[in-house]
């Protein structure tokens, strides 16, 4: 009953943009903080951000500050992640997460190069 979905993943070149989104059901997703977390090839998963019930506070890992960007919109249970000025360090499967529980999607995949 509880699903994250995630979406907006692909395939861009360095320098460029890309939006991902994540669709909540099945809880209260105005209650919980929510979080995007990032997995590279042969490396462990990884913070990226974290954005407060209300919206009212962000926090992000040092490697996207300046570049990356969390928002919400509660009417439509959705967290989103801005990515601009993206590397090749930034390839990755993303996933969102709703803080201090056990949700998490399903991941999407992000790849950046030319």
């Known amino acids: 009953q509880v699903q994250l979905v995630e979406s907006g993943g692909g395939l861009v070149q360095p320098g460029g943009s890309l939006r991902l989104s994540c669709a909540a059901s099945g809880f209260t997703f105005s209650n919980y903080a929510m979080s995007w977390y990032r997995q590279a090839p042969g490396k462990e998963r990884e913070f990226v951000a974290r954005?407060?019930?209300?919206?009212?506070?962000?926090n992000y890992a040092e490697s996207v500050k300046g570049r990356f960007t969390i928002s919400r919109d509660n009417a439509k249970d959705t967290v989103y992640l801005q990515m601009t000025t993206l590397k090749p360090e930034d390839t990755a499967v993303y996933y969102c997460?709703?803080?201090?529980?056990?949700?998490w999607g399903q991941g999407t995949q992000v790849t950046v190069s030319s």
């Open positions: 997460k709703a803080a201090a529980s056990g949700y």
């Open positions: 954005i407060t019930s209300a919206g009212g506070n962000t």
